[in-house]
DNA sequence: TCGGATT
């Protein structure tokens, strides 16, 4: 049963027990108060979103939405004022305001409803070439557009990196939208996007949290003197390194003037580095436990053969701190696992060699 | 012997 089935015959101003005032046309009556974060700077806690926004009127209530398990921010939250002028007040006010990286969004929410969940795409093998604008212009014949995005490279600051995120405001516009375009060639593009439903933010490995939640302790607790015990760490493992048996004895510095590598760089948030010679049975685990002990690893992963499921031979790791990456690739090139012999370095933007 | 990408 609905709750709007349930109070839709009750009188004007209904109150259920810790609920909202229910109107007589059976839907909570908020839509002048109630007001939608986005974007807010992940370090931000519920205490400094309710001050912030507390600051402009009084607040019937507030949520900074978090990750159910790790507690982590998603970046976004709900303010409901009391009065509408002041939820009116915090759009004109709050809305664009430069916190840290972040410009936050303030704009009124959207009644909840299941109708809107699950409408947000995540979209891929877009053209480099296509903006955001252009994206909309191709999803917008699907329906109403709430949010969209097009990650982009970090370093080169703007270069699209072919994916990104739709949100519909309906569910069913999203699956036309996935009927209609996925598989499909946008006008004059060489190849086809791939649309389907996004992830939720916490469909992570549970090693992968544990290493964001690492990091964002780090990022949070840091000072110069953190640094320095991490400096210190490094080259203890630097040290370390030197035991290992190579068949190819390498330097950094050597590494620079190798074909291919100028053209390395961060992509999205880190340093990609292509591990080869692993076994057909290597798995995402035996990434983690090398390159773990360097640094901040974000994210591992083994190719596989799509039918066999068995590794082909190599796979991908993305760190941090470039610092931290050169130091794993020095000490782990040439290392010897089981009966294979490592090859490890920054990963090339070249398809392949001859 | 260099993928796929999850705000």
């Given at each position: ?13 209904t ?15 908020d ?25 402009i ?31 009116d ?17 303030v ?10 969940r699950?409408?947000?795409?995540y ?10 604008k ?14 969209s ?5 970090q ?47 916490s ?10 939640l ?55 948030a880190?340093?990609?580095i292509?591990?080869?010679?692993l076994s ?38 993305t760190?941090?701190?470039?610092d931290e990456?050169a ?21 090339t ?6």
């Amino acid at each position: 049963i609905t709750m709007e089935t349930q109070v839709s015959n009750g009188p004007s101003g209904t109150s259920l027990p810790n609920g909202p005032v229910i109107s007589t046309n059976g839907s909570t009556d908020d839509s002048k108060t109630n007001l939608i974060v986005n974007y807010l700077p992940q370090n931000m806690t519920q205490e400094e979103f309710k001050s912030l926004f507390g600051s402009i009127g009084e607040i019937e209530s507030c949520k900074l939405v978090r990750d159910k398990i790790t507690g982590q921010s998603l970046g976004y939250g709900f303010v409901n004022y009391v009065d509408p002028n002041d939820a009116d007040k915090a759009i004109n006010t709050l809305n664009g305001l430069k916190l840290q990286t972040k410009t936050i969004k303030v704009s009124y929410a959207r009644p909840s409803s299941a109708s809107i969940r699950d409408a947000n795409l995540y979209v891929s093998g877009l053209p480099k070439t296509m903006s955001q604008k252009d994206m909309e212009q191709l999803f917008s014949q699907y329906g109403r557009i709430i949010t969209s995005r097009i990650l982009v490279d970090q370093v080169t600051a703007g270069i699209s990196r072919g994916v990104g995120f739709i949100r519909f405001d309906k569910r069913n516009e999203a699956e036309e939208a996935i009927k209609g375009l996925n598989g499909q060639k946008p006008l004059g593009a060489a190849e086809p996007i791939t649309v389907k439903f996004a992830n939720n933010p916490s469909q992570k490995t549970g090693q992968a949290l544990l290493t964001q939640l690492y990091q964002t302790a780090a990022r949070r607790y840091t000072g110069p003197l953190h640094h320095q015990t991490q400096r210190f760490r490094l080259d203890n493992l630097l040290n370390a390194s030197y035991g290992v048996k190579r068949f190819s004895p390498i330097t950094i510095d050597s590494m620079t003037s190798l074909a291919g590598v100028n053209l390395t760089g961060p992509t999205g948030a880190g340093w990609c580095i292509f591990v080869y010679n692993l076994s057909p049975e290597a798995d995402e685990s035996v990434l983690w436990q090398l390159f773990g002990p360097f640094g901040a690893v974000t994210n591992v992963k083994v190719i596989r053969d799509f039918t066999t499921n068995k590794c082909k031979g190599f796979g991908f790791v993305t760190m941090t701190n470039y610092d931290e990456a050169a130091m794993a690739i020095a000490s782990l090139n040439g290392y010897r696992l089981g009966d294979r012999v490592l090859q490890v370095s920054f990963k090339t933007s070249k398809q392949h060699k001859a």
